[in-house]
């Protein structure tokens, strides 16, 4: 599994990685990249790449940064002509788009049946 995974930033004060200030929404397409290689990057830092997470990026000047955090990484689907919310903004390196260091995502799918329970029962009890 190797697809091009574009994010969506969904800040109202977007910055770039050179912390200029932007007005307008900013994307950009990551690679996708394994925990396992993800986790030789992080385990230089004593991090642990979990798997409820998943890792994109990694290439100089293209990356989330601070204030990006909870962000969706959206995955487009050609066959369902969809676009799906494959994770959420978690960490990335103390340095935004640093070439060889990916930044790290929640794993929207492990989490989709509590997603899906809790909304369920939201919707049950009115709110």
């Not at 293209?62 to 960490?91: A, E, I, K």
């Not at 103390?94 to 997603?115: K, L």
């Amino acid at each position: 599994f190797n697809p091009k995974l574009t994010l969506h930033t969904e800040n109202s004060t977007d910055q770039t990685v050179d912390s200029v200030p932007s007005q307008i929404k900013l994307k950009v397409t990551l690679p996708f990249v394994t925990n396992v290689r993800c986790q030789e990057v992080y385990g230089n830092y004593s991090l642990r790449i979990a798997d409820t997470q998943i890792c994109a990026g990694g290439q100089k000047a293209r990356d989330t940064c601070r204030g990006d955090s909870g962000s969706p990484l959206m995955f487009y689907n050609r066959q369902q002509s969809r676009w799906f919310t494959y994770g959420l903004v978690s960490r990335g390196p103390s340095t935004c788009g640093t070439d060889g260091v990916p930044s790290i995502y929640t794993n929207v799918f492990r989490y989709d049946e509590w997603i899906r329970e809790t909304m369920a029962k939201e919707e049950k009890e009115g709110n």
